[in-house]
């Protein structure tokens, strides 16, 4: 898979900007949570979703055997290092020791990322060390091209 421009990931995501906090939503300027603000950066970027996301829990504390949305991640993007991570690639983010991976911001520039948070709904701020160290996974949006999405004729 050939990787989507960063430039044009960034441009989604920030257009997301100011768009309230909503669980399980992912309607720009109505309400999102993260993976909702991921969502709608994927349609602007790639195309129709791959598949459909079933319900999920907002406990952050959440533990279990799978990685579900690291999983979800490998069936349509390109995964990375966390360390190779730069502009426009997707991180998620472990907020609890031992708990499952769950929360997901878009990287913009080397030290900022944007992301939905309860309360604040999606913005963008600094990718600070306490951030940085909760990183657990990095992922690439991939060209349309490759999730079937028709070239429009001339």
Known sequence: MTPAAPQKVIAAARAWLGTPYHDQAS???VGCDCL???RGVWRAVVGDEPFVIPPYSRDWGETGP???LAEGARGAMIEIAPDDAGPGALLIFRMERRAIAKHVGILTETGTFIHAYERLGVIEEPLTLPWRRRIAFA???PQPAQFGRKKKKP
Request: glycine share 16%.
């Open 66 to 68: 799978r990685e579900v």
């Open 27 to 29: 309607l720009m300027g």
């Open 139 to 141: 992922f690439l949006f």
């Open 36 to 38: 909702g603000l991921a």
